[in-house]
């Protein structure tokens, strides 16, 4: 199997866990009084892994100047998992499971096309086209579906 298939089949058991950490992060959120709370122990708890990975492997700590030297907008990428993951605690418990993640996937496909049309941060441009476009106004009628049904 290609490295691309393995890629592939990772990102699709990373989609499945993203509904388990919805009802996880909310039901943390209504254990120790809130979501941002949840989102402090889910950060703490991924922050120790994340060492724990980098020690394992063997991976240096990045040079300070790296770090500093970087344009200011890939620190953007850690505030971003702080939005969903605090959005999940919020907003799984009210809207469910269902409604959350697909409304989740919708923005995200929406957000993809216009980055890939439009190559933002460096990516290959990939044109919207009208049937790319159709399957973003089929998603959104997807959660329109699953929300009212």
């Given at each position: 199997?290609?490295?691309?298939?393995?890629?592939?089949?990772?990102?699709?058991?990373?989609?499945?866990?993203?509904?388990?950490?919805?009802?996880?992060?909310?039901?943390?959120?209504?254990?120790?009084?809130?979501?941002?709370?949840?989102?402090?122990?889910?950060?703490?708890?991924?922050?120790?892994a994340?060492?724990?990975?980098?020690?394992?492997?063997?991976h240096?700590?990045?040079?300070?100047?790296?770090v500093?030297?970087?344009?200011?907008?890939?620190?953007?990428?850690?505030?971003?998992?702080?939005?969903?993951?605090?959005?999940?605690?919020?907003?799984?418990?009210?809207?469910?499971?269902?409604?959350?993640?697909?409304?989740?996937?919708?923005?995200?496909?929406?957000?993809?096309?216009?980055?890939?049309?439009?190559?933002?941060?460096?990516?290959?441009?990939?044109?919207?086209?009208?049937?790319?476009?159709?399957?973003?106004?089929?998603?959104?009628?997807?959660?329109?579906?699953?929300?009212?049904?």
């Open positions: 199997m290609g490295t691309n298939t393995w890629l592939l089949f990772a990102a699709l058991c990373a989609g499945l866990m993203i509904p388990a950490q919805g009802i996880i992060n909310g039901r943390l959120a209504s254990l120790i009084g809130g979501p941002v709370q949840a989102a402090l122990v889910s950060f703490g708890v991924g922050f120790i994340l060492v724990a990975l980098n020690l394992a492997l063997r240096p700590i990045p040079p300070a100047a790296a500093a030297g970087a344009p200011p907008w890939v620190w953007i990428g850690g505030l971003m998992g702080v939005v969903m993951v605090t959005l999940a605690a919020t907003a799984v418990p009210r809207i469910g499971v269902a409604t959350y993640v697909s409304a989740i996937i919708a923005g995200q496909l929406t957000a993809a096309i216009a980055y890939d049309h439009y190559g933002v941060f460096g990516q290959a441009v990939r044109e919207a086209t009208p049937m790319r476009l159709l399957g973003v106004l089929f998603m959104g009628l997807g959660v329109y579906l699953i929300r009212r049904f």
